[in-house]
């Protein structure tokens, strides 16, 4: 089916191939990291980055989910934000790269960690500024955050045309799939019903990311919801749709060598 | 309390109306309420300032980093509602949004303590000094009476780190003659020498009774919970060799074990008594002073400890 299999025609699939081997690299070398969501969210953040639409001078991104951190610091490195080689830090003592997004990395905005406050803290950085747009990055996961839900009816009532909730919708969260732990059901209807523009994709084709982005930052009356549906740990076949591969700590020798070998296939 | 004839007035009125005068001279001054802005005296403020009035609703976690966000873009912001829930159902999000990420939102908690007496314990809220001194990048205020909130506020608002203020309910005491207030700084009420009196909050003016004046009292209004005014506190402690903490919160978490950890530290030998809530809920009354005598707070309790601390030698 056309859904996750993401065309290798696109100018940034080249991209998308060498940060997945970056993520891969700099959480094996740190022995920890939340790998599923990183290589399931990348695409999303790759066509973020690389995208005319924004200017993150002014525009802001916020990464609520902060324990998949890996994937933003693959990117934000790849855009010069701060050297390639500081990802090797990752979660070390002393590194500006924490085990969870933090404001000490340059080009994150907000430190997270604990779920479902991103979507709360964009919406006040989207009243405040509403010349320019605000970009939130969840996961599905974190949808189970009460809080969460509190952000969305509170983006409706203030009409914030400004603001883009991206849900990185890989179906699985610690323990097992979200259907299992507490089924999100259409979250797209859901969102629809609480007043946003609402947009499905497939998150790992960059040709359609592009074009959602586009029409989502169109928006200028109802906060735009972009529902990205990916696979957890998209790109290494035994951690696709794995949700033992939520997080991970070194892996052993000869899986990270075939994890490596698919993602120089990629 | 001190005497029959003292003045009453509502710290929550004087805060609507000195946040009201902060507005108008600062247009960056935002309002984020769960509603409760009725409660807050902030019905002017929502009619004045419509633009710079966000009402959320009764979601204090969103409220919580709304506010922090909004801060990030040059705003003045308090977050007002009852402490009761927020700091309580909101304390993650504080701790994440607005202190990890270094904004210096203002967080107003109304009906504090005992003295929110007909509501009961749900109300009755015990725990928010503990819960907000133990929290880096947050600064713990509480104001003696209406007439000290008046010259924090703008003290406050204009601080940047953020803050927790801590408000009560009912029409307490006037007892404040002071003009300026100073981030960390103490202020006295009495000056003695046998007995170091410490507390923040309207249930310190019990302590200004006459009947308390033949204890020779040293009392300093702590006003400024965090950070805390050490020198002070320790400079009057060597004198009397005795203390005792007054606070209308648990004993647990309180200011009185933040006092004893700086005694223990200084070396100072000291008697000392910690009058608090002591590891219970709180529950309904008509009138605050019941619930007072109830959980050993009042001038009888209060009389009480004095004489014990009397009895014994100083710096024994």
Not at chain 2, 37 to 64: C, H, M, W
Not at chain 2, 79 to 94: E, M, R, V
Not at chain 2, 125 to 144: G, K, Q, S, Y
Not at chain 2, 236 to 246: A, E, F, N
Request: aromatic fraction near 10%; charge should be positive; charged fraction near 20%.
């Amino acid at each position: 089916m056309a859904l996750f299999s993401a065309p290798k025609t696109h100018p940034l699939h080249s991209k998308a191939r060498s940060l997945r081997l970056d993520i891969l690299e700099m959480i094996n070398h740190a022995g920890f990291g939340h790998i599923g969501s990183a290589l399931s969210s990348v695409d999303i953040l790759i066509a973020l980055y690389n995208s005319e639409l924004f200017n993150f001078k002014k525009d802001r991104f916020v990464l609520s989910a902060g324990h998949l951190c890996a994937s933003l610091y693959a990117v934000l490195a790849d855009a010069g934000y701060f050297d390639k080689q500081e990802l090797f830090t990752f979660a070390q003592f002393n590194s500006r790269l924490q085990g969870h997004a933090t404001i000490n990395t340059p080009g994150v905005n907000y430190s997270a960690g604990s779920l479902g406050q991103g979507l709360s803290y964009s919406i006040g950085l989207a009243l405040g500024d509403p010349k320019h747009h605000v970009v939130c990055l969840s996961s599905d996961g974190e949808h189970n955050e009460g809080q969460v839900w509190e952000a969305i009816m509170a983006a409706n009532k203030f009409h914030l045309g400004n603001l883009i909730s991206i849900v990185d919708y890989n179906g699985c969260q610690i323990g097992g799939t979200t259907q299992e732990i507490m089924p999100l059901e259409e979250l797209a209807g859901k969102y629809l019903r609480f007043g946003w523009t609402v947009t499905t994709v497939d998150g790992h084709n960059f040709y359609e990311l592009e074009r959602v982005l586009k029409k989502s930052k169109d928006s200028s009356i109802y906060p735009a919801c972009i529902i990205a549906k990916t696979v957890l740990g998209k790109g290494v076949s035994f951690m696709e749709n794995n949700y033992q591969y939520h997080d991970i700590k070194k892996l052993a020798p000869d899986l990270f060598i075939t994890a490596k070998n698919e993602l120089q296939k990629y | 309390m001190s005497s029959k004839n003292t003045k009453l007035a509502s710290m929550r009125r004087a805060f609507g109306e000195a946040l009201f005068a902060l507005a108008l001279k600062n247009p960056n001054l935002y309002v984020i309420d769960a509603d409760l802005y009725p409660s807050l005296y902030l019905t002017d403020f929502k009619a004045r300032f419509r633009s710079r009035f966000i009402q959320v609703g009764v979601a204090e976690n969103n409220a919580a980093a709304i506010a922090a966000g909004l801060s990030v873009t040059g705003k003045t912001v308090f977050l007002t509602s009852f402490a009761c829930f927020s700091p309580a159902i909101n304390w993650a999000t504080i701790r994440q949004s607005i202190c990890y990420n270094h904004h210096p939102v203002k967080i107003v908690g109304s009906h504090a303590g005992l003295m929110s007496a007909d509501l009961g314990a749900s109300h009755q809220m015990l725990e928010d000094v503990a819960l907000m001194r133990t929290l880096p990048n947050m600064e713990v205020f509480a104001p003696i009476d209406a007439s000290e909130l008046k010259i924090m506020l703008p003290v406050i608002a204009y601080s940047q780190t953020s803050a927790y203020l801590r408000l009560v309910r009912p029409d307490t005491p006037l007892v404040n003659s002071a003009r300026s207030f100073t981030i960390g700084k103490s202020r006295f009420l009495k000056r003695g020498d046998k007995i170091t009196v410490l507390g923040y909050g309207p249930i310190l003016t019990q302590l200004l009774l006459p009947d308390f004046d033949k204890f020779s009292l040293d009392i300093i209004n702590c006003s400024s919970i965090k950070p805390l005014d050490d020198k002070t506190i320790l400079t009057s402690i060597k004198k009397t060799g005795r203390c005792l903490v007054i606070e209308d919160h648990q004993q647990n978490g309180g200011l009185g074990e933040a006092v004893a950890k700086l005694i223990l530290t200084s070396g100072q030998k000291c008697k000392f008594v910690h009058l608090g809530v002591d590891n219970a809920f709180g529950q309904s009354a008509h009138n605050y002073f019941d619930l007072y005598h109830h959980y050993a707070l009042s001038p009888l309790a209060i009389r009480e400890s004095l004489k014990k601390l009397l009895s014994t030698h100083a710096h024994s």
